[in-house]
């Protein structure tokens, strides 16, 4: 299950860090791939160097190394991991992540990631009774998504008994396992997704295009592949990298990206147009790139009315997915989205406000979803969280028609 991950090893101060080599021992052995960061009171109770040889990989350990740095930069680590695994988690530590703190490179790296951040708190029974660790780790897991690793009771390093004893590595490895195995529950589905902005050529050398990114269809890729579900990426003139176990198909204009949206539409159980498509093309495409003329300061260009993809998608008389829309609207959000649920045949549109420069090109959005029977707003979030929990509410509204 754990095969090829790419976990980030985050080990904080306390006795239990000599256990974590046991789990990364582990991790390895089920062809993990695992970077160790610690925390400068960490380095107290194991060496760096040790880690260096059980892991396979340099060590990370200060946010200010210029060195460390340079092989990889935190954001750049924070970017590479799948999952973040934090064993043992201090109470120091646990209440600085409540509270986004990044003053050291560990805490920095969970304020950076999108993945998944697990923790298995280790500390002094006493200090785990109290009522502000249990509230910091109410809200990390409720309020944030933290997973917890609970930890278990026992006779503890400092002679005390009770519950606060590290959970044994091997059951911090049955946690992420089973984690990434109930993860994998969309197995069954086939999804294609419209991602970035459609080019449509005026010449040569010159096109018509808009804003997008591509950054919310990729999320929304990357967010069903990460559950198991087969995934189609239809790009349109996008930069992104392709996220893992994503099948991507490079188009430019609306006219190909309509040609392979039927196509795979046609054999998806779920199809979703997050691109932004130009409504328009230009009806005769020069062959040579247009010259200016000194007789005139005016061109005219004729456009004319490009296919409606999901429309047509959410039309087909055979082998209709679940069609799931978005609406840029720069006024009258709702109007405008719940005209377009109801004109293109869709079974959810996905409202996004994209007046004074929102949205495109940002790492961020919320979205207003309205379904022929319902609505919920996603507030504000990064689109790789976003995606995540629209992903939920698809598959929920998926399931509900069936
Ligand atoms: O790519 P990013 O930078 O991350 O930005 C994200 C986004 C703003 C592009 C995205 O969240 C979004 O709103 N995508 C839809 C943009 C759009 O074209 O909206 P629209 O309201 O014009 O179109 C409504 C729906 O019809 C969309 O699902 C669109 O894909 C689809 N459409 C529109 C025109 C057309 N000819 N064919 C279509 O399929």
Redesign the pocket.
Known sequence: MLNAKKIVVGITGGIAAYKTILLIRLLKKANAEVRVVMTPAAEAFVTPLTLQAISGNAVATSLLDPQAELAMGHIELAKWADMVVIAPATADFIARLRVGMGNDLLSTLCLATSAPIFIAPAMNQQMYKRSITQQNLQNLVNEQGVLCIEPESGEQACGDTGVGRMAEPETIFEFLTDYVKTAQDLQNITVTI????TQEAIDPVRYIS??????????IAKAFAERGAKVNLIAGA?KLDTPQNVKRFDTLS?IAM?QK?LELAQQSDIFI???????YRVKEVATQKIKKTDDSDEMTLTLV?????????AHLAQNRPFVV?????TQDLQK?AKS?LQR?NLDL??A?D?SNGQ????DQ?C?HLFSQKSDKILPLAD?SKLAQTLVNEIIKLYKEKQ
């Open positions: 419209t991602a970035g902005p808009n804003h997008s990114s591509g950054k919310m269809g990729f999320a996008v609306a309509e949206a147009g997050c691109a932004a498509v130009a409504d009315k490009n296919p409606d993809i999901i429309s047509n998608v829309g978005f609406a840029a609207e405008y377009k293109k549109i996905c996004n994209v949205v495109f090109n940002s959005n979205l689109k």
